[in-house]
């Protein structure tokens, strides 16, 4: 049995006739099972290259979380695939589901950083995540899952979204699915985000996102937060997050909106920390925590990221549940 089936079967008797941990948090629960599904890839920075990709990125951060963080995606059969499989394992997360390709190489993307931190993508194409496949693990995957984060960019080839559609349609019912959309540019389409919008329960997209995305649906634009309300009522979404740099935040549910102005950190580089963002978001909101609470961490969370290089920096669990989920610690300051 593979690693992701072995993973799988050992969790989904733990969950499947579990509540809806949105409205009932568990303090004692087990680790979610909490999978990043889309693209993974190296970013070939000035100072070398790194591993990237959203899903990555936000498994990542999840783990720290103390959840079970899984990557659901595919590498090439070479050199690069072979360090992104061991550069997965080295951060703590599960690489059982990573495919290989045969044929297709292992994804990249050229970066350059523009002195506000600001990153330029190069994202090139026809790789191996291109061509994510549907197979028995991944649809034991799918259903054990407690939480899934993706995106628009690994749905760019009509094989890839396929795969990520059906993922989504076979998560339990009370799995949580985040859409952040993270635009990249030509890559998306009125049917990729209609499509993941109403398969989602949360959409997380930054300020100059949501305008487009309301166009692409062919939805009135309007002030941001009378976007972020229509976007929430189109699709029928539990939360719309709309994140604003450095300037924090807002998130609007069906009954309440919550604003945060951000923390002021000496950015490094802001490649990763929207995917921080929604990796707090996600524990925090699958934990039934108010929007106060979920946006302070989130921000605290993402804005850390952004003050050092890359999206994965080295800490330990125990010194991030130290730092940010503790008493005192400067995720629970104001």
């Keep these: 049995m593979s690693s992701c089936a072995a993973m799988c079967s050992e969790y989904i008797d733990c969950f499947v006739n579990s509540f809806s941990v949105r409205k009932m948090p568990d303090p004692v629960a087990k680790p979610r099972i909490v999978v990043g599904l889309g693209e993974l890839l190296w970013d070939l920075l000035p100072s070398g290259k790194q591993l990237g990709g959203a899903p990555a990125n936000f498994a990542y951060i999840s783990s720290l979380f103390g959840n079970r963080s899984v990557v659901a995606s595919r590498v090439g059969a070479d ?52 061509h994510l496949e549907w197979t028995p693990d991944w649809q034991k995957l799918a259903a054990g899952a407690d939480v899934v984060c993706f995106g628009s960019l690994a749905q760019r080839s009509e094989e890839s979204r396929n795969t990520i559609l059906l993922f989504l349609k076979t998560t339990r019912e009370d799995a949580l699915r985040i859409f952040d959309v993270n635009l990249r540019q030509s890559y998306f389409s009125r049917e990729v985000l209609t499509g993941s ?135 629970q300051l104001s």
């Design 79 to 130: 050199t690069l695939g072979d360090a992104a499989l061991d550069r997965v394992t080295t951060l703590g997360l599960e690489d059982g589901c990573v495919q290989r390709d045969q044929c297709r190489a292992t994804g990249t993307v050229g970066i350059e950083i523009d002195k506000h931190g600001q990153p330029t993508f190069t994202i090139f194409e026809n790789v191996a995540w291109d």
């Design 197 to 331: 919008l109403e398969l989602a329960d949360v959409a997380k997209l930054n300020d100059a996102e949501l305008p487009l995305v309301l166009a692409s649906c062919g939805l009135p634009v309007r002030n941001e937060l009378e976007n972020a309300r229509v976007l929430r009522l189109e699709f029928d979404l539990d939360l719309v997050c709309v994140t604003r740099g450095g300037h924090g935040s807002l998130l609007i549910s069906e009954t309440e909106s919550n604003a945060h102005p951000g923390y002021q950190v000496t950015v490094s580089d802001t490649i990763g920390a929207g995917d921080a963002f929604t990796a707090a978001l996600a524990h925090h909101f699958a934990q039934g925590e108010s929007l106060a609470t979920i946006n302070r961490i989130a921000n605290r969370v993402g804005s850390w990221v952004a003050s050092l290089p890359g999206a994965t920096p080295r800490i330990s669990r125990e010194e991030f549940h130290q730092q940010f989920m503790t008493p005192g610690g400067i995720g």
